[in-house]
């Protein structure tokens, strides 16, 4: 076996061409090939070249706290398309990453399609197939009929269509041949075969890798040491070294934006759950307590950035942290996820899965029930998470948000009623709104949809949306106000806060005033029988 060429970054740029595809492994700082990156930006910087690159990205590359990801190549003339499943979010406060900066100037053509779906372009192209055919993604934004993920105006209609099959109707997605894949791991040996040991997932390194090689394209791999050739565990190799050309060493990478290395996070020791930190006390913690009373022990549960994601920490102070199997779609099945911008990994993970292979198990609605977040919601139960109301730009992106609400049975999306500067008092008395704030989150029409209501509705979704003063459910007839917090006056702080008009249960019920305290609120997960779970994954197949 040929020992792999051992490069440094700026060596490793020289072997993108002008005018080629780049497709990036990495989900924010967890899996970045940062090093690489910067590499390509340096050559820039000192020749001009290489020019009019499109570069991919499954999931965000850089997320602006010490990682710069994609904006090492956020340079006008270098790069030119950009197709992500999301882009790197930075402090409000900050001026916004210089990839946004050319999305807004029109300096750039940029796609946003959901996560799942660009894995997938990569595994049929590493097929020789022509492309992929989903439901994901109809009738969003993503659907050609609408914007077909178009972020700015210089970005053409392109990349994906409607189609009808067999009588269905189906988006397609071309699929993605690359010239250079670029992606990560923790070792190499010096045949170039990579393990991860030290990653928090492996994300989609191997997808990346298999269309480049397979359509006669170069892999770089970035990895923090190499090893004796043949030394590695061949059970251990995820990406074998016969698909990858060069090697660059970079002994500082981080595991995830500010950890540059927790063995619990890479499933390499078990930590206390004890360890975690502690959730202090919030609105967003009423309303995580609120929607952790929804679910069941033994459930398999997904779950989002934002919010929902204090969800298992709140089961842990409940001291039912066991109860519940997460699965996120970076790759970790149980275990904790955890916060901000280590999002995406999880402490004392069961297993730790290709993202790939995570959004099979999403995409065909293989859980219970997904916890997710969101900007607005309209009238027709439609969901906006992706773009900012008021604001030209999109946040992070759909991600995998559309994949997970595709076929998921039941949905919860969790966020405030209202948005801005407010004054909302939360106690053991329940709620006092001393000064609301002065955007409803309750629109009309959603700036952009993310997730259809009516769809969801005709597929025999379960639609809940849990906020810190009431809780709504999706019906025929519209939104049906079936909870308020107490405290909360009905008519001047829900009914009069809505744009459009909510319906209210006949039996309104109170929230458990336990939600509002700062001491544990009392929440125990009742079990989910095996011939329930049985049934309601069969039951499931109405909405896949």
């Known amino acids: 076996m040929q ?65 710069k990801g994609i904006d090492h190549i956020a340079r006008p003339g270098l790069l030119r398309k950009v197709i992500a499943g999301s882009y790197p979010s930075g402090p409000s406060s900050a001026e916004p990453p210089l990839i946004w900066q050319m999305i807004e100037r029109e300096e750039v053509e940029a796609y946003n399609f959901p996560s799942g779906v660009i894995y997938q372009m990569h595994r049929t192209a590493a097929a020789r197939q022509p492309g992929v055919f989903t439901q994901v993604g109809i009738d969003t934004f993503i659907d050609p009929r609408l914007q077909g993920g178009r972020m700015n105006t210089t970005t053409p209609a392109a990349h994906v269509e409607t189609a009808t099959v067999s009588g269905q109707e189906w988006l397609f997605f071309p699929s993605v041949i690359p010239n250079v894949a670029i992606i990560r791991a923790t070792t190499a040996d010096e045949y170039g075969n990579l393990t991860f040991e030290d990653e928090g997932s492996p994300l989609g390194a ?57 063995p619990a996070i890479s499933g390499q020791l078990r930590k206390p759950l004890s360890s975690l930190p502690h959730v202090a006390f919030s609105l967003e913690k009423i309303t995580a307590r609120r929607a952790a009373q929804e679910l069941k022990a033994g459930e398999i549960v997904n779950l989002g950035f934002g919010v929902s994601a204090l ?52 995409q065909g609605g293989g859980f219970n029930r997904s916890l997710l977040s969101f900007l607005e919601i309209d009238r027709h139960g439609n969901v906006n998470v992706h773009h900012l109301p008021r604001k030209r730009h999109v946040t992070a992106g759909v991600g995998g948000f559309a994949d997970i609400t595709s076929s998921a049975p039941e949905i919860i999306f969790m966020g405030a009623f209202t948005a801005g500067r407010r004054d909302i008092d939360a106690g053991p008395n329940g709620l006092h709104i001393r000064s609301d704030g002065p955007f409803t989150k309750l ?102």
Not at 324 to 347: M, Y
């Open 3 to 67: 020992k792999v060429q051992l490069l440094t970054a700026r060596e490793a740029a020289d072997l993108i061409n002008d005018d080629d595809v780049i497709t990036v492994s990495s989900s924010s700082a967890l899996g970045c090939p940062d090093s690489v990156l910067a590499g390509i930006g340096q050559r820039f910087t000192e020749t001009s070249h290489p020019v009019n690159l499109t570069s991919v990205h499954p999931i965000a590359a850089g997320d602006m706290y010490g990682v």
């Open 206 to 262: 191997l997808d990346l890798a298999y269309a480049a090689h397979n359509t006669g394209g170069v892999v770089i791999a970035q990895v923090k040491r190499l090893a004796e050739a043949g030394s590695l565990h061949p059970q251990h190799v995820k990406v074998p070294g016969i698909l990858v050309d060069a090697v660059v060493i970079a002994e500082d990478q981080l595991q995830t934006t500010l950890t540059q290395n927790d």
């Open 311 to 362: 969800v298992p920490h709140i089961l842990v102070e409940e001291n039912q942290g066991r109860e519940v199997s997460w699965v996120i779609e970076q790759g970790a099945v149980g275990g904790i996820p955890l916060l901000d911008f280590a999002f995406g990994c999880a402490q004392n993970p069961d297993a730790i899965m290709p993202s790939i292979d995570q959004f099979t198990l999403l």
């Open 443 to 544: 629109v009309n029409d959603v700036s952009a949809v993310t997730f259809s209501g009516p769809r969801a509705l005709a597929r025999g979704q379960k639609v809940k949306y849990i906020t810190e003063r009431a809780v709504l459910e999706l019906t025929a007839q519209g939104l049906v106000v079936t909870e308020i917090a107490p405290g909360i006056d009905l008519q001047k702080d829900v009914l009069d806060r809505s744009e459009f008009p909510l319906i209210v249960a006949d039996e309104l019920r109170t929230m458990d005033l336990a939600l509002f305290g700062e001491t544990p609120a009392g929440i125990h997960l009742s079990p989910l029988p095996l011939h329930e779970r049985v049934e309601q994954r069969a039951s499931s197949l109405a909405v896949r």
